[in-house]
């Protein structure tokens, strides 16, 4: 079995600062590419950071370039999303997940690209 542990979910003040963390585990297959996702009520899930096993290249969603950041410990069995200057607009649940396959760059932050998935972590910000 394949699976995906977040953590670090919290709820934190506008301004605050959280470090969410994504465990790997299980894997069969080598997985080319983790992200990590976000779903506040009644919105679509949509891609926040992600980043490649290869050459660790990371991608950002517009709305949090600058202020989030994804980093991974070799070999990617752990993904790390730090997020800074939270807003009430990052309040949601966060999902890590994983690529068995190579993701093209303009596909990198749609969740239909990524095959495996974490339950999620709760964010709240006051």
């Known amino acids: 079995d394949v699976q995906l542990v977040e953590s670090g979910g919290g709820s934190v003040q506008a301004g605050g600062s959280l470090r969410l963390s994504c465990a790997a585990s299980?894997?069969?297959?080598?997985?080319?590419?983790m992200g990590w996702f976000r779903q506040a009520p009644g919105k679509a899930r949509e891609g926040v950071a992600a980043?490649?096993?290869?050459?660790?290249?990371?991608y950002y969603a517009a709305s949090v370039k600058g202020r989030f950041t994804i980093s991974r410990e070799k070999p990617m069995t752990i993904v790390y999303l730090g997020m800074t200057e939270l807003q009430a607009e990052d309040a949601g649940m966060y999902y890590c997940a994983a690529a068995s396959s190579l993701v093209p760059p303009r596909l990198i932050l749609t969740p239909t690209a990524f095959n495996d998935w974490g339950q999620g972590t709760q964010v709240t910000v006051s």
């Open positions: 299980g894997y069969a297959v080598r997985h080319d590419c």
């Open positions: 980043i490649t096993r290869s050459n660790a290249y990371t």
